[in-house]
């Protein structure tokens, strides 16, 4: 599909009211213009509110200042566990989220052909109902399964849930598979728990397997890590990159990547073994205790030495001082953990060394099962049960993938489903808070799955590459402008709540789900007059007004019966360190090594990972990000470039079975010899971002689809490229 329309044409037929561009100003004066009517100064709240950051998931807690009608600055807020008092430099920016120039103000439906670029501006009436008369005739010619939904994690994903579940279609692709989902599955079959959370107060010795928590930030676990690591605790670090978790690191690791598990597996050999670890714990808690010395018999420090290349006396010393250090040892379970197929394995010898050194659930270990269900303890609208569905998912789940969570689901599976038309052809997709075409592996396959839809809506705050190949944009009102369900964190519900009055025609998602619901006929299921009247009844329960906690910006959660039984959800109620439910599905019940696939000659593992400075694929139009953000660049260790006579920044064109692309290079020591670097979220191709726009190439054009078929999991590291100087 090509683009031919400039920035200049597409805002004449788009018909956006936008003026000129604003880099430098700040904050633009039809901003203020727009905004000055509210009432949000008034002496109450005396021009600092307190919401919600959603620059990314971690939602920490921020005060908006405001002066006349618009945000000044935001802060952290010192009440929330999440932020305690501080913004990372993405939250900090948020301001730019809501004054991005480039916002979508009204909602458009496409006039040209998908992917130019051409839409007219619409009122909501009109593309409400076009949005759910295509829905519906969808529904009615081929079934509510032909209607694919997919969206990430936002607070008012209930109410989108709602509108799918209602509709009756089985068909949701969440981030789950390309983000957690090794992580989750491994620790559900192991402990009965999703995640567990990390407590730092008395931890010694820290294990990070790709977790590069200094960068890929959640603000207060990677403050707790800074206090841990400046308190003295030990952080072993294994990344192939020279990351700045690896800068802060007693060592770093450059291990051979996908080999995290034969590492992992050997320090386990080497505690059991020599008996090192808690054995009062192992012997009450673990299923698996009498045959773990022989599952892992095989699995020296010298045999993991030839795989990872990490020498062998040196993992028998990591796993010695991490035993040493009890349960004030923590091996981090990582987040992404979508590197390889054998993801899970890695994951499963992370849960076994929690159990070994008896850190889980006891008193003073740094690792609890103490994590609140979303929603839990607030109240909610009634609404009648969901229609039953027999279609079979597109996903896979459960029929190809019987041990991925349902919730998980399968995400590239669902994509790839939708272009092969196997079991049944997918025909309309309805997106929100997502951007498929750039998170998704091999994006010219996103693409023809794009290109199968009879119909493709987008609910989005700006014109991001997913809203490009949509036919219908709706605008929500950015985070700052809008309300969103309560946010349970530790013992407290937040609230998030509009700081400001929404630019342009913006609608938070409480409100467009429930009009689009009215027109499907399932207005049962959207019980709510508007936003304030859902948080009413979320707050119901608790005797507290909505008025109280948008002053203070929470309200504590009544106190939970804390049962001291530590008790594990798992078949057996222990800690199942050999799964029957694994071995019954024909698995290895223990952990296991699954060799992975690895480069030929002349071809390089392709790497990803977070920068401090951008959160995934949403971002990279927001100017003041970009001002502070690195061009992002190839990285290749200095002396593999040396030896393909490439330079720093020649240009140059990466190749993978899946695509091409050309970028500049970064020849830098930070990297291992057999490895390439590429910064997710770049390569957009939207025109509507007009910073984003031409900046850098995608990886995602380059990524193969790999899955792992326990946890259905992608394998984001598993994809190998030519480097060539164009
Ligand atoms: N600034 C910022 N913070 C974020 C986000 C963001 O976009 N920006 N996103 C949030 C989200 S959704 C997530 S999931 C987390 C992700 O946070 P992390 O789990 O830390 O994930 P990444 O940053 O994607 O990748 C981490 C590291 O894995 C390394 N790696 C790749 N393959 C292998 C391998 O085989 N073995 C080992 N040991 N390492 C490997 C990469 O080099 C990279 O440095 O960050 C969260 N925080
Ligand atoms: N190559 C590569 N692929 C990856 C990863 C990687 O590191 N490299 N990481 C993986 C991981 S860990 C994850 S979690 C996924 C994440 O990838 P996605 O699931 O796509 O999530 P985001 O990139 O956060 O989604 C951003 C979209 O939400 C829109 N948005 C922002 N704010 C709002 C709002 O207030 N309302 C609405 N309606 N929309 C909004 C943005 O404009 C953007 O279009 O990607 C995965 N894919
Ligand atoms: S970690 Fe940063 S971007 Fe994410 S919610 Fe907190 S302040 Fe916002
Ligand atoms: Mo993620």
Same mark, same amino acid.
């Given at each position: 599909?090509?683009?031919?329309?400039?920035?200049?044409?597409?805002?004449?037929?788009?018909?956006?009211?936008?003026?000129?561009?604003?880099?430098?100003? +700040?904050?633009?004066?039809?901003?203020?213009?727009?905004?000055?009517?509210?009432?949000?100064?008034?002496?109450?709240?005396?021009?600092?509110?307190?919401?919600?950051?959603?620059?990314?998931?971690?939602?920490?807690?921020?005060?908006?200042?405001?002066?006349?009608?618009?945000?000044?600055?935001?802060?952290?807020?010192?009440?929330?566990?999440?932020?305690?008092?501080?913004?990372?430099?993405?939250?900090?920016?948020?301001?730019?989220?809501?004054?991005?120039?480039?916002?979508?103000?009204?909602?458009?439906?496409?006039?040209?052909?998908?992917?130019?670029?051409?839409?007219?501006?619409?009122?909501?009436?009109?593309?409400?109902?076009?949005?759910?008369?295509?829905?519906?005739?969808?529904?009615?010619?081929?079934?509510?399964?032909?209607?694919?939904?997919?969206?990430?994690?936002?607070?008012?994903?209930?109410?989108?849930?709602?509108?799918?579940?209602?509709?009756?279609?089985?068909?949701?692709?969440?981030?789950?598979?390309?983000?957690?989902?090794?992580?989750?599955?491994?620790?559900?079959?192991?402990?009965?728990?999703?995640?567990?959370?990390?407590?730092?107060?008395?931890?010694?010795?820290?294990?990070?397997?790709?977790?590069?928590?200094?960068?890929?930030?959640?603000?207060?676990?990677?403050?707790?890590?800074?206090?841990?690591?400046?308190?003295?605790?030990?952080?072993?670090?294994?990344?192939?990159?020279?990351?700045?978790?690896?800068?802060?690191?007693?060592?770093?690791?450059?291990?051979?990547?996908?080999?995290?598990?034969? +590492?992992?597996?050997?320090?386990?050999?080497?505690?059991?073994?020599?008996?090192?670890?808690?054995?009062?714990?192992?012997?009450?808690?673990?299923?698996?205790?009498?045959?773990?010395?022989?599952?892992?018999?095989?699995?020296?420090?010298?045999?993991?030495?030839?795989?990872?290349?990490?020498?062998?006396?040196?993992?028998?010393?990591?796993?010695?001082?991490?035993?040493?250090?009890?349960?004030?040892?923590?091996?981090?379970?990582?987040?992404?953990?979508?590197?390889?197929?054998?993801?899970?394995?890695?994951?499963?010898?992370?849960?076994?060394?929690?159990?070994?050194?008896?850190?889980?659930?006891?008193?003073?270990?740094?690792?609890?099962?103490?994590?609140?269900?979303?929603?839990?303890?607030?109240?909610?609208?009634?609404?009648?049960?969901?229609?039953?569905?027999?279609?079979?998912?597109?996903?896979?789940?459960?029929?190809?993938?019987?041990?991925?969570?349902?919730?998980?689901?399968?995400?590239?599976?669902?994509?790839?489903?939708?272009?092969?038309?196997?079991?049944?052809?997918?025909?309309?997709?309805?997106?929100?808070?997502?951007?498929?075409?750039?998170?998704?592996?091999?994006?010219?396959?996103?693409?023809?799955?794009?290109?199968?839809?009879?119909?493709?809506?987008?609910?989005?705050?700006?014109?991001?590459?997913?809203?490009?190949?949509?036919?219908?944009?709706?605008?929500?009102?950015?985070?700052?402008?809008?309300?969103?369900?309560?946010?349970?964190?530790?013992?407290?519900?937040?609230?998030?709540?509009?700081?400001?009055?929404?630019?342009?025609?913006?609608?938070?998602?409480?409100?467009?789900?429930?009009?689009?619901?009215?027109?499907?006929?399932?207005?049962?299921?959207?019980?709510?007059?508007?936003?304030?009247?859902?948080?009413?009844?979320?707050?119901?329960?608790?005797?507290?007004?909505?008025?109280?906690?948008?002053?203070?910006?929470?309200?504590?959660?009544?106190?939970?019966?804390?049962?001291?039984?530590?008790?594990?959800?798992?078949?057996?109620?222990?800690?199942?360190?050999?799964?029957?439910?694994?071995?019954?599905?024909?698995?290895?019940?223990?952990?296991?090594?699954?060799?992975?696939?690895?480069?030929?000659?002349?071809?390089?593992?392709?790497?990803?990972?977070?920068?401090?400075?951008?959160?995934?694929?949403?971002?990279?139009?927001?100017?003041?990000?970009?001002?502070?953000?690195?061009?992002?660049?190839?990285?290749?260790?200095?002396?593999?470039?040396?030896?393909?006579?490439?330079?720093?920044?020649?240009?140059?064109?990466?190749?993978?079975?899946?695509?091409?692309?050309?970028?500049?290079?970064?020849?830098?020591?930070?990297?291992?010899?057999?490895?390439?670097?590429?910064?997710?979220?770049?390569?957009?191709?939207?025109?509507?971002?007009?910073?984003?726009?031409?900046?850098?190439?995608?990886?995602?054009?380059?990524?193969?689809?790999?899955?792992?078929?326990?946890?259905?999991?992608?394998?984001?590291?598993?994809?190998?490229?030519?480097?060539?100087?164009?």
């Amino acid at each position: 599909m090509t683009n031919t329309l400039s920035r200049r044409d597409f805002l004449k037929v788009g018909g956006a009211t936008i003026g000129a561009a604003v880099l430098g100003q +700040f904050i633009p004066p039809w901003v203020a213009e727009a905004a000055r009517a509210n009432g949000m100064l008034d002496a109450t709240n005396s021009g600092t509110i307190p919401s919600m950051c959603e620059m990314c998931v971690w939602r920490c807690g921020l005060l908006a200042k405001v002066e006349e009608g618009r945000v000044v600055k935001l802060e952290g807020n010192p009440d929330h566990p999440h932020s305690n008092g501080k913004l990372c430099p993405r939250g900090q920016s948020g301001l730019m989220n809501t004054y991005d120039p480039d916002r979508v103000l009204t909602p458009l439906i496409r006039v040209g052909k998908r992917g130019e670029g051409l839409f007219r501006k619409a009122s909501w009436e009109e593309a409400l109902d076009l949005v759910a008369q295509n829905m519906l005739d969808i529904k009615q010619k081929y079934g509510a399964e032909a209607m694919v939904f997919s969206s990430t994690h936002n607070l008012s994903q209930p109410l989108f849930e709602n509108l799918l579940y209602a509709f009756g279609s089985p068909n949701y692709g969440t981030q789950r598979s390309l983000c957690f989902n090794a992580m989750i599955t491994a620790f559900l079959l192991t402990y009965g728990i999703e995640e567990p959370s990390r407590k730092y107060d008395d931890v010694e010795f820290i294990l990070l397997v790709g977790r590069n928590l200094m960068e890929a930030i959640s603000t207060s676990e990677t403050s707790e890590l800074s206090h841990a690591i400046d308190r003295g605790a030990k952080l072993v670090y294994l990344d192939p990159r020279y990351t700045k978790t690896a800068s802060k690191a007693a060592e770093w690791i450059p291990i051979r990547p996908g080999t995290d598990s034969a +590492f992992l597996l050997a320090m386990i050999n080497v505690i059991v073994t020599n008996e090192l670890a808690d054995c009062e714990f192992v012997k009450q808690y673990v299923v698996g205790c009498d045959g773990i010395k022989v599952a892992m018999l095989s699995y020296t420090p010298e045999w993991a030495e030839s795989i990872t290349g990490v020498p062998a006396v040196t993992i028998n010393r990591i796993a010695r001082e991490y035993a040493a250090a009890k349960h004030n040892a923590l091996a981090h379970p990582g987040w992404r953990t979508s590197n390889f197929i054998n993801s899970f394995q890695t994951e499963r010898a992370i849960a076994t060394l929690n159990a070994l050194s008896g850190n889980v659930l006891t008193p003073g270990g740094c690792l609890s099962a103490d994590v609140a269900a979303e929603g839990a303890g607030l109240g909610a609208p009634s609404q009648p049960s969901y229609p039953r569905v027999s279609a079979m998912r597109l996903d896979g789940v459960p029929w190809k993938y019987p041990l991925v969570p349902l919730k998980l689901g399968v995400f590239q599976e669902l994509r790839d489903a939708i272009v092969t038309g196997e079991p049944y052809q997918a025909h309309g997709w309805f997106i929100s808070r997502q951007n498929p075409i750039l998170a998704l592996p091999d994006r010219g396959r996103t693409l023809e799955a794009f290109g199968k839809m009879d119909f493709i809506t987008t609910v989005d705050i700006i014109m991001n590459d997913t809203s490009w190949f949509s036919d219908v944009i709706l605008p929500e009102a950015s985070y700052l402008e809008r309300y969103d369900p309560l946010n349970i964190v530790g013992d407290k519900a937040f609230i998030r709540q509009p700081v400001i009055e929404p630019q342009g025609d913006g609608k938070s998602a409480l409100w467009i789900y429930k009009q689009l619901g009215e027109r499907f006929g399932l207005g049962d299921y959207f019980q709510y007059t508007d936003e304030e009247d859902y948080i009413r009844q979320q707050l119901k329960p608790l005797g507290i007004s909505l008025e109280a906690v948008k002053e203070k910006g929470y309200t504590v959660m009544p106190e939970k019966e804390n049962s001291r039984e530590i008790t594990f959800n798992t078949p057996s109620g222990k800690i199942e360190v050999y799964s029957e439910t694994l071995k019954n599905s024909g698995f290895s019940p223990w952990p296991t090594w699954e060799e992975p696939l690895a480069p030929g000659q002349n071809e390089f593992y392709l790497l990803t990972g977070k920068v401090a400075q951008q959160t995934q694929f949403g971002t990279q139009n927001n100017q003041l990000l970009h001002k502070y953000s690195d061009e992002p660049r190839l990285w290749m260790n200095v002396a593999t470039a040396k030896n393909l006579g490439l330079a720093d920044n020649d240009l140059v064109e990466v190749t993978s079975p899946a695509g091409k692309i050309h970028i500049k290079l970064e020849a830098t020591q930070a990297i291992r010899p057999d490895c390439v670097y590429l910064t997710p979220g770049y390569g957009h191709l939207s025109k509507g971002l007009t910073v984003a726009y031409g900046v850098g190439a995608s990886d995602s054009d380059l990524h193969v689809t790999y899955t792992d078929p326990i946890s259905g999991g992608q394998a984001l590291s598993q994809t190998f490229v030519t480097v060539k100087k164009i």
